[in-house]
């Protein structure tokens, strides 16, 4: 079966530092997608980790364990313009992907 | 490059009737996806295709159909629409092949009454 969970909201400060946590139950797991999704809009890939360990993008970075099937989404240097829901999704077999209901999160100045 | 076009962008029914949601991608991906997504939740796959003339049922199938007789174009049908699906629909397309991102349309926001 595929379950995926992460929180539902969460509210960090302009210019902090942000975990968005995400655990996933997965058939033949392949990898793991994060998602930007900016209220009213499409999603747009982030990252993706297939590996253990700390993948960095800029401000943004994503973590995997695939032993303990957790993954967390790392934003820095928080921006106004972040203020999204950000949607793990965990890929299974034949490329079936698995999203999770998001994690709206709000920057405040 | 265009990327994934849906139209349209807004839509009312009424209950009973029936539509088409158009979908086409100009990046030659083989994979092919229609999700809904209602208010505050995740996006539930509706069907996928991993090819022409290659279809197979998501998570949520119930009430819709769908077919892939080109690459580029994946159309979603709705047969006697019920409140039920009222939502927001996003076609999405990406290459065959692990890590590969998917790329979302603008979605369809579409509403039965």
């Known amino acids: 079966g595929q379950n995926i969970d992460q929180p539902t909201e969460m509210t960090a400060t302009e210019g902090a530092i942000v975990q968005i946590n995400c655990t996933y139950q997965t058939s033949g797991f392949n990898g793991l997608f994060w998602y930007q999704q900016h209220a009213g809009e499409a999603p747009t890939f982030l990252s993706y980790?297939?590996?253990?360990g700390l993948e960095e993008k800029g401000r943004f970075s994503s973590f995997l364990s695939r032993s303990k099937g957790y993954s967390y989404l790392l934003l820095k240097e928080l921006q106004m313009k972040d203020s999204a829901s950000y949607l793990c999704?965990?890929?299974?077999?034949?490329?079936?992907?698995?999203f999770g209901t998001g994690t709206k999160l709000q920057v405040i100045p | 490059n265009a990327g994934v076009t849906q139209t349209p962008k807004f839509r009312i029914l009424k209950i009973g009737q029936s539509m088409t949601l158009q979908c086409a991608q100009d990046?030659?991906?083989?994979?092919m996806y229609w999700y809904r997504q209602d208010p505050g939740m995740g996006l539930k796959l509706i069907y996928y295709s991993v090819g022409a003339g290659i279809t197979d049922k998501g998570e949520v199938p119930n009430g819709y159909n769908v077919s892939r007789s080109t690459t580029e174009d994946f159309p979603l049908r709705l047969e006697l629409a019920a409140p039920s699906q009222t939502s927001v629909y996003f076609c999405a397309s990406s290459k065959r092949g692990s890590n590969q991102p998917q790329h979302f349309g603008d979605g369809t926001r579409l509403s039965i009454l």
């Open positions: 999704a965990a890929e299974g077999g034949y490329q079936k992907v698995t």
């Open positions: 980790n297939v590996l253990d």
């Open positions: 990046m030659n991906h083989n994979y």
